[in-house]
């Protein structure tokens, strides 16, 4: 595993145990349940995806005020 993928890892951890209210209300009120396994902060190539699952072959991705902060920018 390289550098940045071991930053990103991390990093993915972080998000996992800090999710945005958007991303645990998803989580907790419909994907957690679901016949088809997810995984939250998934990394993938260089980029982290908010929730994946391999078996739907679906990405989810949510946009949350995260975005607009000037540390995202």
């Given at each position: 595993?390289?550098m ?27 994907l ?9 902060q998934?990394v ?18 949510i946009?949350?005020?995260?975005h607009?902060e000037?540390e995202?920018?």
């Open positions: 595993m390289g940045a993928n071991k930053a990103l890892t991390q990093r993915a951890r972080e998000l996992r145990n800090n999710m945005t209210p958007q991303e645990r209300k998803l989580w907790y009120e419909f957690r349940d679901r016949p088809e396994h997810f995984q939250r998934k993938m190539g260089q980029y982290i995806v908010d929730f994946y699952s391999a078996s739907a072959r679906l990405v989810i991705e946009d949350g005020g995260q607009f000037a995202s920018m």
